[in-house]
C-alpha cells in the first residue's frame, strides 16, 4: 500500500541526519535561490510552487555534477506583525518566531532540498546590523541623506499610515479622515545608479522574461529632451521638455502647486489669495491621486513669462495636473501638440498654436497631435523634421544662454524610512552640537528594543527613553536617536549575499565566499516584484560592486517569474444572478430555486 | 424577509464567496458547491478573501508532498497561471499510487536482476522497442528540463509509465529491460517526486539515497532507428533508392523521395498523379504532364 505519509516522513529524516543538501565551497557551483517568504503564519499553494520549482532545480543541478547552493531563509521585519501586536497584544518578535518555526515545519514536510544551516531572518540582529552597516557605507558614499517626504497621517491616532492601511481615505483604525503630512525622512540616491541600472538591462536579456526587464526599464523611464528658461522679468522658470521641437507652440508655461516660486509669482501678480486656496485644495489630494482621472483645475498667477524662442509673452499658471515632483515641477504647455495641455487649454480659453503637421495628411481635428512631424510657424526651423529640430532648436537656444541639452529619468530617489516598531533602526544620532552623527561601526548593531507597547498611537520608538536618548559619538553629550526604521525592501536587497557567508560575525561577508557562489543561477519569484524587489536588489549589487565587495554587475543571471495558482469560485452576487435573483427579492424564491 | 437584509443580518457582502450564504442558510452540501463552481465558477488567484485557497497542509494530508509537487510542476508551464482542480491533483496521486503498485508486482524479480549496456546490445522486437522509448524519452527529459518544460518531462515520463505498464515480461532478458527502464524512471522522476523515487530505489536493494549514484545517460546506440533501402519506382519503373526508418509512413517516404536529386530529374516539371507506397517494400510515383 503506498502510503504517502509514512514514506515521506521516513526520507525527510535520512537526508537531514545525513546532512545530504549543505553546500560546502568547491568544484562547480550553481546557486538556485526562491524569493524568501514574509512569515505571515501559514504557507499558501503560491509558495509552495514557487520552491517546488526550485528544489526540481535544485535536485536536478545536483546529478548533474553541480554543487549546489539552495537556501531559505525569512523576510521577517514588517507592518502584519506590528497590525498583530495592536489587535492581538502579541510582541512582534513572538508572532513572528512562532511564525517562522510553524512554517519551517510545513516546508519541510514538503521535502525541499534545503541547506538549513544557512538559513536567516532578517529580524535577527545578526542580520540586521549588516543593513545598518551598508546604510553607514551609503551616508559614507553621499549616497543617503534626510529630506521631507509626504505621509499619510492619522491626527487622531498621531501616527504615520502605509498606503495599505489607508481605506477609503480614512484610518484603518479609527476610521479618522487622514491627512497629508511632511515629515523628515531617509532616502537612498538609486537616481546616482540610473543610468547603469538601465545600460545593465542589456546583460539580461535573454536571460529575463522580456516582460520584467521592459518594466525595468519603463520604471527607471529615461528621457532625453533640453532644460529651457523662460523669464518672468529677472525670475527663471526651468521646464524640462522631451519636444523642444515644439517651443514655438508653447503658449502658457504651468507650475505645480507646490513649486517654491508659485506664491512668489502670484505676489507679483497680485493673486495671492486666490492662489493660497487652490494650493491648499490641491495639497489635501495625495500626489498619488491626482493628475488621474480627476478634471484638470488651475489659476492663473497673474503674470507673463517671456518665449525665449520667439520673445511673445506666455500666461504663468498653476495647475493639478503638473506634479512637483516629476521633471522640474513646471512645463512649457503646447496645447497643439499634448493632449492633456490642449484639455487645460481648452477649459480655460488658452490659445492653441499649431507648430508641428505631419508629414502626410491632415492635422488632426479636436484634439492635439501629439507626434512628430515637419515644423511649421517656427522661424528659420519651418520645414525642418521634429528630429532634426529637437538638436537644432536646443543648440540655437543653448548659444543664447536660455537651455541645454538634459536627461531625466522617472525613477526617484527610494525613501527608506519607515516611523514604526518592526524593522531595523536606522543608526543615526542627532546632537545639538554636532548635528547629524551616524553611529560609528563598532557600535553596531543598534539594538531595537525589545520593552515596547505598541498601541497603533504614534511610533512606538519614540516613548522608549533608553532607546532615544544616547550619548553622542563625537562629543560625548546627550543626543537623541533616529527613530525611524528602516523599508523592509531594505532588508530583502541584500539577502542573497548574506547566504554565501550567513555566519560570519566580523563582516557582512567574506568576499571570497561571496566571489564563489554568486551570482545566484536561478532566481524564481512571483512577476509582482518585476521592480521595486528586483530593482533594489540590483541597485545594491551595483553599490557592493563600487565598494569592491563583489565581483558581479548583476545578482541574478537567470529569473524565472512562475505563474499564479489560481482556483474556481462562486460570489454571491454572481450566484443570485445566474439565478435571476437579486437582492431585493425575498429569501423564500431563493429556497424555491435551490431545491 | 429580502435576500440583501438576510446578507446585512449575517455581515455577508454580495462579493463574498457563496459558500458562505450556503452555510448561513443551513446548507451543508460540499456536492452543491462543487457543481456551482463548476458550472458557473471563475477561476481567480487564490485568497482569503474570495475563500478559494487550498491549504497545502490539508493536500500534504491527504495525497502527500509528492503528489502535490508532481500536480503544480505538470499543471502547466512554470510562467504560466494554473487552475487548482481536485480532479486534477487526484489524478497525480493516482499515478504515483499506479507507479507503486506496479514496481511491487514486479519487485521480486526486479531484485533478483542484473543488467549492463553489454547485455542490452543486441535485443530484438518489442524489448528493443522498450529500451528504445525509454532512452528516447531520458534523452527528451534532458532537453525539457534544461528549458524548465517540467510539465511536458512529466507527460513524458507517464507515457513510459503506461509503456511499461502495458509490457508483459516474461523471459530473463525482458527483466533486464524492464530494470533499466524503471530506474531511469525513477532517476527522471527524483527531483518532483523524490521522496517514492529514494523509497522505491532502496527496495530495489540500495543501500544509499540516490544522489549517491551516478545519473543516467542516453544510450546512443538504443536511440537509434533501424533503416531499410527502398527503391523509388517511377511510372513503374526503377530510378533511384532512398533509405528509411523501418515502418516510415507514407508522408516521410513520400517527402525523402521527393528531395532525392536522382527522383527531382525524372519528375521536374511533371505532376504527380499518384503515389503507390508499400511500406518497407517500396514507392512508386505515378507522373504525367501538366
Ligand atoms: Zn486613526
Ligand atoms: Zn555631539
Known amino acids: 500500500m503506498y502510503d504517502p505519509q509514512k514514506v515521506e516522513e521516513k526520507w525527510q529524516k535520512v537526508w537531514e541526519e545525513m546532512n545530504l543538501f549543505k553546500a560546502n565551497e568547491g568544484g562547480e557551483k550553481a546557486y538556485v535561490l526562491e524569493m524568501f517568504p514574509y512569515p505571515s503564519g501559514r504557507i499558501h499553494m503560491g509558495h509552495v510552487r514557487n520552491y517546488t520549482i526550485g528544489d526540481v532545480l535544485a535536485r536536478f543541478l545536483r546529478f548533474k555534477g553541480y554543487n549546489v547552493l539552495h537556501p531559505m531563509g525569512w523576510d521577517a521585519f514588517g507592518l502584519p506583525a506590528e497590525n498583530a501586536a495592536i489587535k492581538q497584544g502579541v510582541h512582534p518578535a513572538d508572532w513572528t518566531y512562532e511564525n517562522i518555526s510553524y512554517m519551517k515545519r510545513q516546508l519541510k514536510r514538503l521535502g525541499f532540498s534545503y541547506d538549513w544551516d544557512r538559513e536567516i531572518a532578517t529580524c535577527d540582529p545578526e542580520y540586521y546590523r549588516w543593513n545598518q552597516w551598508l546604510f553607514l557605507k551609503f551616508y559614507e558614499k553621499g549616497l543617503a541623506y534626510r529630506k521631507l517626504a509626504e505621509v499619510n497621517w492619522c491626527p487622531n491616532d498621531q501616527t504615520v499610515l502605509a498606503n495599505e492601511q489607508v481605506v477609503d481615505g480614512r484610518c484603518w483604525r479609527c476610521s479618522t479622515p487622514v491627512v497629508r503630512k511632511e515629515v523628515p525622512s531617509w532616502y537612498l540616491k538609486i537616481t546616482a545608479y540610473a543610468e547603469r541600472l538601465l545600460e545593465d538591462l542589456k546583460l539580461l536579456e535573454g536571460k529575463w522574461p522580456e516582460r520584467v526587464i521592459s518594466q525595468q526599464r519603463n520604471w527607471i523611464g529615461k528621457s532625453e529632451g533640453a532644460l529651457i528658461k523662460f523669464y518672468v522679468d529677472d525670475i527663471p522658470i526651468e521646464v524640462f521638455t522631451t519636444r523642444p521641437d515644439t517651443v514655438f507652440g508653447a503658449t502658457f508655461l504651468v507650475l505645480a502647486p507646490e513649486h517654491p516660486i508659485t506664491l512668489e509669482l502670484a505676489k507679483r501678480g497680485g493673486k495671492v489669495q486666490e492662489v493660497m486656496s487652490f494650493v491648499r485644495k490641491v495639497k489635501s489630494i495625495p500626489v498619488k491621486e491626482r493628475g488621474k482621472e480627476e478634471e484638470k483645475e488651475g489659476v492663473f498667477l497673474g503674470v507673463y513669462a517671456t518665449n525665449p524662442a520667439n520673445g511673445e509673452k506666455l500666461l504663468v499658471w498653476s495647475a493639478n495636473y503638473v506634479l512637483y515632483e516629476y521633471g522640474t515641477g513646471a512645463i512649457m504647455a503646447v496645447p497643439a501638440h499634448d493632449q492633456r495641455d490642449y484639455e487645460f487649454a481648452l477649459k480655460y480659453q488658452l490659445p492653441i498654436k499649431y507648430v508641428v503637421r505631419p508629414s502626410e495628411g491632415d492635422l488632426p481635428k479636436d484634439k492635439a497631435y501629439e507626434e512628430e512631424g515637419v515644423l511649421i510657424d517656427s522661424g528659420a526651423f519651418s520645414g525642418m523634421s521634429s528630429q532634426e529640430a529637437k538638436k537644432s532648436i536646443t543648440s540655437w537656444l543653448k548659444e543664447r544662454g536660455h537651455a541645454d541639452f538634459r536627461i531625466t529619468y522617472r525613477l526617484k530617489d527610494w525613501n527608506i524610512s519607515r516611523q514604526r516598531y518592526w524593522g531595523t533602526p536606522i543608526p543615526i544620532i542627532y546632537c545639538d552640537r554636532c548635528g547629524t552623527v551616524p553611529v560609528p561601526e563598532e557600535d553596531l548593531p543598534v539594538l531595537l528594543p525589545k520593552n515596547v507597547s505598541i498601541t497603533g498611537h504614534g511610533n512606538p520608538l519614540e516613548t522608549v527613553e533608553d532607546f532615544v536618548n544616547t550619548t553622542c559619538p563625537k562629543c560625548k553629550g546627550p543626543a537623541k536617536r533616529e527613530t525611524d526604521t528602516m523599508d523592509t525592501f531594505f532588508d530583502s536587497s541584500w539577502y542573497f549575499l548574506r547566504y554565501c557567508d550567513p555566519k560570519n560575525e566580523k563582516e557582512i561577508f567574506q568576499k571570497e565566499k561571496v566571489a564563489f557562489w554568486m551570482p545566484v543561477d536561478f532566481y524564481i519569484g512571483g512577476i509582482e516584484h518585476a521592480v521595486l524587489h528586483l530593482l533594489y536588489a540590483r541597485f545594491f549589487q551595483k553599490f557592493l560592486y563600487d565598494l569592491g565587495l563583489v565581483k558581479d554587475k548583476e545578482p541574478f543571471l537567470r529569473l524565472i517569474t512562475q505563474g499564479m495558482v489560481l482556483k474556481k469560485w462562486v460570489s454571491i452576487e454572481s450566484y443570485l444572478s445566474h439565478l435571476g435573483l437579486t437582492q431585493e427579492d425575498d429569501l423564500e424564491e431563493l429556497f424555491r430555486r435551490l431545491w | ?290
Open chain 2, 1 to 290: 424577509m429580502r435576500i440583501g437584509d438576510f446578507l446585512k443580518e449575517h455581515k455577508l457582502s454580495v462579493g463574498d464567496n457563496v459558500r458562505f450564504l450556503f452555510e448561513k442558510l443551513g446548507i451543508h452540501d460540499e456536492k452543491l458547491l462543487k457543481d456551482t463552481e463548476n458550472q458557473m465558477g471563475e477561476p481567480a488567484k487564490m485568497s482569503k478573501s474570495k475563500a478559494n485557497t487550498v491549504d497545502p497542509e490539508d493536500a500534504i494530508n491527504a495525497y502527500g508532498a509528492d503528489t502535490v509537487r508532481l500536480y503544480i510542476l505538470f499543471a502547466g508551464p512554470v510562467e504560466k497561471d494554473f487552475e487548482w482542480t481536485d480532479e486534477g491533483v487526484q489524478g497525480a496521486y493516482r499515478f504515483l499510487r499506479r507507479l507503486w503498485n506496479y514496481f511491487h508486482e514486479n519487485l521480486e524479480k526486479l531484485k533478483l536482476t542484473s543488467y549492463s549496456y553489454e547485455e542490452l546490445k543486441d535485443l530484438k522486437g518489442k524489448v528493443k522497442e522498450i529500451r528504445r522509448k525509454t532512452h528516447t524519452t531520458l534523452k527528451k527529459y534532458m532537453i525539457d528540463m534544461e528549458e524548465l518544460a517540467f510539465n511536458t518531462a512529466i507527460a513524458n515520463i507517464m507515457e513510459l509509465m503506461n509503456t511499461l505498464q502495458d509490457f508483459e515480461p516474461t523471459q530473463e532478458q525482458d527483466y533486464k529491460v524492464l530494470k533499466e527502464s524503471f530506474e531511469i524512471l525513477l532517476f527522471m522522476l527524483y527531483p518532483i517526486t523524490p521522496h517514492i523515487c529514494e523509497e522505491l530505489w532502496s527496495r530495489l536493494g540500495y543501500t544509499k539515497p540516490m544522489c549517491f549514484y551516478p545519473f543516467p545517460k542516453p544510450d546512443e546506440a538504443a536511440l537509434k532507428v533501424e533503416e531499410l533501402e527502398i527503391p523509388v519506382q517511377i511510372n513503374g519503373k526503377l530510378r533511384a533508392v532512398i533509405t528509411l526508418p523501418v515502418d516510415a509512413d507514407e508522408q516521410t517516404a513520400k517527402s525523402t523521395a521527393l528531395s532525392n536529386e536522382k527522383v527531382r530529374k525524372f519528375i521536374d516539371g511533371k505532376e504527380i498523379k499518384k503515389v503507390i507506397y508499400v511500406k518497407n517494400k517500396l514507392i512508386n510515383l505515378v507522373v504525367g504532364d501538366v
